[in-house]
């Protein structure tokens, strides 16, 4: 399901200025959104242009891809490589992959990452459309492992409710983790699964705004990464020398 929400700098319009220059359409997802929305919605508040963002929220990143490529959206969070072979973007961050095992489990006590074979054996949580995951399958499959899937979300919070119950053992993003439980436990997996790339995703045949620019920007720094190569030229009315 998708969710919306609107927010803007303190001297941001209600209307769209002239030129076009209508509120950011950026979609989001939960992990994301609790590593870089918040602060980035503190510089929105004290920018002087009076940036506005209208934010669309979903459970799943490939959602948010797709609108992007319809054009609903103009960026969005994404998990890189990217499902839709449209679009370009800048990679954010890593977020390594973990076994979130109920605390009571003789698993939460493990200092080293548990085996393909001792996966195979755990009812297990995970999201049902993630590429990272079908690759950690097909490993499983190769190796003449059969993974049993409990249940399959992309909901973050019902999958640490689930753990915390002791309904099975949820792979998922250490950002998708809930650090506040005391009822779950991170469990490492190490190279067993490639971390996922946090990235921000935009389509190539849309010219980003100045505006859109500048919240790449913003996420950029926010991120620590270094900045997208010659991002500036893609944006309308700037120079492209």
């Given at each position: 399901a998708l969710a919306r929400l609107?927010?803007?700098?303190?001297?941001?319009?209600?209307?769209a200025a002239p030129g076009g220059d209508g509120p950011l359409r950026l979609g989001t997802f939960p992990s994301a959104a609790s590593r870089f929305l918040a602060p980035l919605l503190a510089a929105v508040a004290d920018d002087p242009?009076?940036?506005?963002?209208?934010?669309?929220?979903?459970?799943?990143?490939t959602?948010?891809?797709a609108l992007v490529v319809r054009g609903d959206l103009e960026l969005a969070f994404a998990i890189g490589p990217f499902a839709e072979r449209d679009?370009?973007?800048?990679?954010?961050?890593?977020?390594?992959?973990?076994?979130?095992a109920p605390a009571?489990?003789?698993?939460?006590?493990?200092?080293?990452p548990p085996t393909f074979e001792e996966l195979?054996?755990?009812?297990?949580?995970?999201?049902?459309?993630?590429?990272n995951i079908a690759h950690l399958e097909t490993a499983m499959e190769l190796r003449g492992l059969e993974p049993v899937f409990a249940v399959r979300t992309d909901d973050d919070r019902l999958a640490n409710a689930l753990v915390a119950e002791g309904m099975g053992f949820a792979i998922m993003g250490r950002m998708q983790v809930d650090a506040h439980r005391t009822d779950t436990a991170v469990v490492e997996l190490g190279e067993l699964l490639a971390p996922r790339s946090i990235s921000l995703a935009w389509h190539p045949e849309r010219p980003l705004r100045p505006l859109a620019v500048r919240v790449v920007d913003?996420?950029?720094?926010?991120?620590?990464?270094?900045?997208?190569?010659?991002?500036?030229?893609?944006?309308?009315g700037l120079d492209r020398r």
């Amino acid at each position: 399901a998708l969710a919306r929400l609107e927010a803007g700098g303190r001297a941001a319009s209600r209307t769209a200025a002239p030129g076009g220059d209508g509120p950011l359409r950026l979609g989001t997802f939960p992990s994301a959104a609790s590593r870089f929305l918040a602060p980035l919605l503190a510089a929105v508040a004290d920018d002087p242009a009076g940036v506005r963002l209208e934010l669309t929220e979903s459970n799943t990143a490939t959602e948010l891809e797709a609108l992007v490529v319809r054009g609903d959206l103009e960026l969005a969070f994404a998990i890189g490589p990217f499902a839709e072979r449209d679009l370009v973007g800048v990679a954010l961050t890593e977020d390594p992959y973990v076994l979130l095992a109920p605390a009571a489990s003789a698993l939460a006590r493990r200092s080293t990452p548990p085996t393909f074979e001792e996966l195979a054996r755990l009812p297990l949580i995970a999201s049902p459309g993630c590429a990272n995951i079908a690759h950690l399958e097909t490993a499983m499959e190769l190796r003449g492992l059969e993974p049993v899937f409990a249940v399959r979300t992309d909901d973050d919070r019902l999958a640490n409710a689930l753990v915390a119950e002791g309904m099975g053992f949820a792979i998922m993003g250490r950002m998708q983790v809930d650090a506040h439980r005391t009822d779950t436990a991170v469990v490492e997996l190490g190279e067993l699964l490639a971390p996922r790339s946090i990235s921000l995703a935009w389509h190539p045949e849309r010219p980003l705004r100045p505006l859109a620019v500048r919240v790449v920007d913003r996420v950029v720094g926010l991120a620590g990464t270094p900045p997208p190569p010659r991002v500036a030229h893609l944006a309308v009315g700037l120079d492209r020398r």
